[in-house]
């Protein structure tokens, strides 16, 4: 289980951080920017296939459309989750993003209770049970439906299911996803900078650079997230989750200074407070069998 959160953990931090990262190119389309994400991802993911010598795997996949299908979809899943958080940020919207990603644990726990059959303890419903009064909470303090957090919360629940079931681990999978994406994207780039036009062409050496990083910086922790989901329930995965919410309302509140009425303050701290509950369930539960 340790190695698992571990995972879980990095991954939801780097993701809490990103907002520092798309800022930094905000003035390239959220288009074109997933469009380097996934390029990039794909070189990186490569290149450690190449260094571990790990291609055998692809030939037996290419024989199962089953498997092909579950990862078209996770790949669809995982763009449309990329670009609805990158526009998000460059519109000024990051708390917003930070709520989906808080409803996100909630979705967490239904797909694993529907489909996995995951079956929490009354402890752990309680923690969920204060964390969606929060949500509701902050869903009608916005006096709108919250559709950024809802697409946010929805693709990446699915697609965190998805890997977890999926056959392959964390590389290959990501290798797949990024290959099915990467012709699209390559395409779409080159007739841009054919027409003259996108970053690879407008943009200083800074932007290009930035763009670049995009690769290793989207590759590591949707490695780290999908080494951890094959490791923790579902539930647990839900819980840690509220790391990289947490990391984005912080920097959209103070350090991008989006507007955030004190009302919603009361949402947010149920929200930490369902946390709270359920960490401390599960280390009463953990000293309790260690003392039996």
Do not use: C
């Amino acid at each position: 289980m340790s190695p698992g959160i571990l995972y879980a953990a990095l991954a939801y931090t780097a993701w809490g951080l990103f907002p520092l990262y798309f800022r930094q190119v905000s003035e390239v389309p959220a288009l074109e920017v997933i469009m380097h994400r996934t390029l990039w991802s794909l070189v990186v993911v490569l290149g450690l296939l190449a260094v571990r010598r790990h291609w055998a795997w692809m030939a037996g996949v290419l024989r199962q459309p089953r498997v092909l299908g579950a990862f078209a979809l996770s790949a669809l899943l995982l763009s449309g989750n990329w670009l609805t958080y990158v526009w998000a940020v460059q519109n000024q919207h990051v708390v917003d993003a930070s709520l989906g990603y808080f409803i996100l644990p909630l979705v967490n726990v239904a797909l694993g209770y529907v489909f996995l059959h995951e079956r929490p303890r009354p402890g752990q419903w309680l923690a969920v049970a204060v964390a969606t009064a929060g949500v509701l909470w902050l869903t009608a303090q916005t006096g709108r439906l919250p559709w950024i957090a809802l697409v946010l919360a929805l693709s990446f629940g699915f697609y965190g299911l998805l890997r977890k079931v999926a056959v392959l681990g964390a590389l290959e999978g990501l290798a797949l996803e990024t290959l099915m994406l990467a012709p699209v994207a390559a395409v779409v780039l080159g007739w841009w900078a054919w027409q003259g036009q996108g970053a690879l062409v407008q943009g200083d050496a800074a932007a290009i650079g930035w763009l670049l990083l995009a690769g290793p910086l989207t590759a590591i922790p949707l490695l780290l997230f999908a080494a951890g989901a094959r490791r923790i329930p579902m539930s647990t995965l839900g819980i840690l989750q509220y790391i990289s919410p947490s990391l984005q309302f912080g920097l959209g509140v103070w350090m991008f200074h989006e507007a955030f009425e004190p009302a919603r303050l009361v949402g947010f701290v149920l929200i930490w407070g369902g946390l709270l509950v359920y960490s401390a369930e599960g280390w009463w539960t953990r000293q309790r069998v260690a003392a039996a």
